[in-house]
């Protein structure tokens, strides 16, 4: 039995990251982005949250450095395939291969090291003891005592879910990404032009 929680929980924390991935592509899929330089994304935070940990001997700022890590890698995509309007797919390819050699090479300059880098000076993000659910049998080992990452993916895909299909913002969103003409048509351009020439009008009748 043991060894089933063991490999449960290998899987639940195996998944976390693609999972956290995912909910990100959701979004830039509904607005009409296909993103397949997640993987570069992932690996870029990987990579930083490494940095921010070791140097910063805390797993809070290895939090924040791969957001910044990740961000970073999203504003090349960003500009390549939104302001330069280059081809999705193959901005996509050149940025998982530049952050598989960026990130290698890196860590050989960093830490001397080739493949991946384990050090004692890394903290790694706690794991969160539930108190009650942790003493049922089987399904404590599993519910409980899982890392704290794990436990704010579940969380953000319910609020993903609700942002997408529950909000104004997600409707907008998927509005934007099925047809992007409806968000600039003539009857927007009409009340605009509306606006302008009623401002105008009352303007004139200011100066008069």
């Not at 108190?131 to 399904?139: A, E, M, R, S, Y």
């Not at 934007?176 to 605009?192: F, Q």
């Amino acid at each position: 039995m043991r060894m089933f929680v063991g490999l449960i929980n290998g899987m639940i924390a195996g998944a976390t990251p693609i999972l956290l991935a995912a909910l990100g592509g959701t979004l830039t899929y509904y607005a009409g982005i296909f993103n397949i330089a997640m993987e570069g994304m992932m690996l870029g935070g990987a990579f930083f949250a490494v940095l921010g940990s070791y140097y910063f001997q805390s797993w809070v700022m290895g939090v924040l450095a791969a957001i910044v890590g990740a961000l970073l890698m999203a504003l090349i995509f960003i500009y390549f395939s939104v302001v330069l309007g280059t081809d999705e797919f193959v901005t996509g390819i050149g940025l998982n291969l530049f952050a598989l050699g960026a990130t290698t090479y890196m860590l050989r300059q960093i830490f001397s090291v080739k493949g991946a880098f384990a050090g004692p000076g890394i903290i790694s993000v706690p794991r969160v003891d539930i108190p009650l659910v942790k003493d049922i049998p089987v399904l404590g080992g599993i519910l409980s005592g899982q890392n704290l990452i794990i436990y704010l993916a579940a969380l953000a895909t319910v609020l993903t879910a609700f942002l997408v299909f529950k909000t104004r913002f997600g409707l907008r969103l998927r509005a934007a990404g099925y047809n992007a003409e409806c968000l600039d048509t003539s009857g927007v351009n009409n009340r605009k032009q509306g606006r302008s020439k009623y401002g105008a009008k009352r303007g004139k009748k200011s100066e008069g």
